[in-house]
Every structure is written in structure tokens, then in C-alpha cells.
């Protein structure tokens, strides 16, 4: 192997992330472009939310669920004999509402609807079907990325409130089941260290998640190539990414809006 493959594969790479970044702005570009165009994806925008936000609901329960049930055994092994047991509602609807609503719901949520739009979008792609759109001059990113976006920063948010919800519902009956605790006593804990800025912070960051997932699926469905091949590396690549920028964001907000 040449000394200078390692060099051309570094080379090959920042070229290719550099022309990503740059189609991406294109397309962002273009859809606050197609905001004006709302005869176009008006019609459109509330499939979109069925499809990425009611839709996702349940996925979200079932995670906030047991992630409740988890939070409160784990507090009361880890508190037991050392702080009052009503810490326990306060741990739960700390981590739940600033952490783990929020986050979980929306790596499970890259994978369902950011692989779904991904798929979808791709499919059309190299199936010519966005090749007619352009042909008969209909705008396709007014009409496909531009509502599920919009799908994705308002419903990220609505999927989240339910699972936050969900998981401080759960937390409380596992305490008053399993736990030995009272509703009063679950309560005070959860009251003890609440903020209305926590539920701000998750909102936040829930709609970032939401643009981010929806943004990245349209994206990789865009720039599809390769027939069925091309869909499935498309697809993955979509869940990968928003994923790791889940994450990211995630950092970003903490140090962000927790430090300010």
C-alpha cells in the first residue's frame, strides 16, 4: 500500500463531507424559499404530522413507560438508608424532563420517522418520480420537505410532553406499588426541585431533535442514488447521523441554556 493512500482517503473524505454540507445548505436554502409557497405544501402539512407525530406516540409511551419503572427502582436501590425516600419523585421527574423524555424519544423517533422519510423520499428519487415533479415546474421541496419539517418541529415536541407524562406517571406508580411510598410523598419529591424552565428546555430541545430528524431524512432522500442499494444505504445513513446529532445537540443545549 503507498504511504499516500491514507493521505488520498483523508483527502476523498473532507471532499466529501465539504460537497454534503454544501447540498445540504442548498436544500435548506431552498425550502425557506418554498415557506411562500403555501399552496403547495399547505395541504400536505397535516398528513404529515399523522404520519410523524400522532403515529409516534405510542413508540414513545412504551420507552417513557419502562424508563419510568427503571428510574424509580434505580432510585430507591441507590437512596435506600441514605436520603429520604420522596427523592425519589425528584429524581424521577428531573431525569425524565430534562434527559431522558426528551432524548430517547428522539433517538427512537430518528429511527422510525427519519428512516421512513429517508426511504420514502429516496424511493421517489430514484424512481424519477421527483425528476417529474421538476419537469412539470411543481416545486418538490415545497411539497416534500417543506411539511414534513414543519411536521417534525411541531410534533417533536407534542410526542415528547406525552412521554415526559408517561414516564413521571409510570415513576409514581411503581413508587406507590413496589416502593412503599405514598402519592403525597412522590409528590413532594417531585415538587422539591421542579422549574418551569425544565419543560422550556425540553420543548427545546425536543423541536431542534424534530427539525434535525426530518431535515436529515429529506436530505438523504434527496441526494439518493444507486436504485434499492442506494435507498437502504440512504436510509441508514439518515438514522446514523441524526442520531449522532441528537446527541450533539443534546451537549450543545446543556452547556447552552443550563449555563446561562
Known amino acids: 500500500m503507498s504511504i499516500l493512500s491514507p493521505v488520498a482517503w483523508v483527502g476523498r473524505t473532507g471532499i466529501r463531507i465539504v460537497g454534503s454540507v454544501g447540498q445540504a445548505g442548498f ?26 407525530g400522532v403515529a409516534s406516540i405510542p413508540i414513545a409511551l412504551f420507552i417513557a413507560a419502562f424508563t419510568g419503572i427503571v428510574l424509580a427502582l434505580q432510585a430507591s436501590y441507590t437512596f435506600t438508608g441514605t436520603v429520604p425516600l420522596y427523592f425519589v419523585g425528584a429524581l424521577v421527574g428531573k431525569t425524565i424532563i430534562l434527559e431522558l423524555g426528551p432524548v430517547l424519544t428522539g433517538l427512537a423517533l430518528s429511527g422510525r420517522v427519519g428512516a421512513n422519510i429517508a426511504a420514502e423520499i429516496g424511493t421517489m428519487r430514484v424512481t424519477e418520480q421527483i425528476d417529474a415533479l421538476e419537469s412539470l415546474a411543481y416545486d418538490p421541496v415545497a411539497y416534500l420537505v417543506v411539511p414534513r419539517v414543519l411536521a417534525g418541529l411541531v410534533m417533536f415536541p407534542v410526542v415528547v410532553v406525552f412521554a415526559m407524562a408517561m414516564g413521571i406517571g409510570s415513576g409514581w406508580l411503581t413508587s406507590l406499588g413496589l ?54 444505504r440512504s436510509t441508514t445513513r439518515s438514522v446514523v447521523v441524526a442520531s449522532m446529532m441528537i446527541l450533539v445537540l443534546d451537549a450543545f443545549w446543556a452547556a447552552t441554556l443550563l449555563r446561562s
Do not use: H
Request: proline letters at 4%; hydrophobic letters at 50%.
Open 27 to 52: 436544500l435548506a436554502a431552498g425550502a425557506v424559499r418554498a415557506l411562500r409557497n403555501v399552496t403547495i405544501w399547505g395541504p400536505n402539512l397535516v398528513p404529515q404530522m399523522v404520519a410523524v
Open 179 to 232: 416502593l412503599d411510598m405514598s402519592t403525597p410523598q412522590f409528590v413532594r419529591g417531585l415538587r422539591l426541585f421542579f422549574e418551569t424552565f425544565d419543560v422550556q428546555f425540553a420543548l427545546i430541545k425536543a423541536a431542534s431533535f424534530g427539525l434535525i430528524v426530518t431535515g436529515l431524512g429529506c436530505f438523504y432522500g434527496f441526494t439518493c442514488t444507486g436504485g434499492a442499494a442506494g435507498v437502504g
